[in-house]
């Protein structure tokens, strides 16, 4: 009998060493939540908005092109006018912006004809001509890092020959006078209208 009290003693003795032991053993091995705070990696704080403008070898000959931008109601800034300098091997002009949201973004194209052109622009046989505008956007954090989740908006453009008489027709109504807004909101929401002043 004292044989069997003493063997169940080693072995509850056993048990509750082991008890403790993996009770510290799941204490060391306890991983902790992340509390990091990843939201501000995310939190919309810039706009991101790159405008470009279509145009062609005939529109930077004849043409006095002006790209205007404007920030809110701050002072407009005037690009131009344009030369074979200004664009990219398509012809392209394009124009970035980052602002802090919430942001008010306008951009247009002022058109012309030069100077040294007006007495003769009439009587061109051929002009080729574009108004094609293609944007894309997308959202800074704080660290001005891209949020992922970026947007193209092709916006529909008219791409065509004309004789000069017939161009300054359509610039008359107006075809490159389209005025381009983005707005986005405290929450990074975007809007954005395409409005001719003429309409």
Do not use: W
Not at 153 to 169: F, N, R, S, V
Request: proline content about 5%; aromatic content about 12%.
């Amino acid at each position: 009998m004292k044989k069997i009290m003493m063997t169940l003693a080693a072995v509850l003795c056993c048990a509750m060493t082991t008890t403790v032991f993996t009770a510290c053993g799941d204490d060391d091995d306890d991983s902790k939540p992340d509390t990091t705070d990843n939201t501000s990696a995310t939190t919309p704080v810039y706009a991101y908005v790159n405008f470009k403008f279509d145009n062609t070898a005939d529109m930077l000959k004849y043409l006095n092109i002006e790209i205007v931008y404007q920030v809110n109601e701050e002072q407009p800034q005037t690009f131009g006018p344009l030369t074979d300098k200004d664009v990219n091997s398509e012809n392209v002009f394009g124009l970035e912006s980052a602002p802090k949201i919430p942001v008010k973004l306008t951009f247009y194209r002022k058109v012309t004809v030069k100077d040294e052109y007006k007495e003769s622009f009439a009587s061109l046989e051929k002009f080729d001509y574009t108004n094609k505008v293609i944007h894309s956007y997308g959202l800074y954090n704080a660290d001005r890092k891209l949020i992922p989740g970026i947007y193209i908006g092709d916006t529909p453009g008219i791409h065509g020959e004309a004789p000069g008489e017939k161009m300054l027709q359509n610039m008359e109504k107006g075809i490159f006078d389209n005025v381009y807004t983005v707005t986005f909101d405290e929450k990074g929401n975007k809007t954005f209208t395409n409005k001719n002043p003429k309409d």
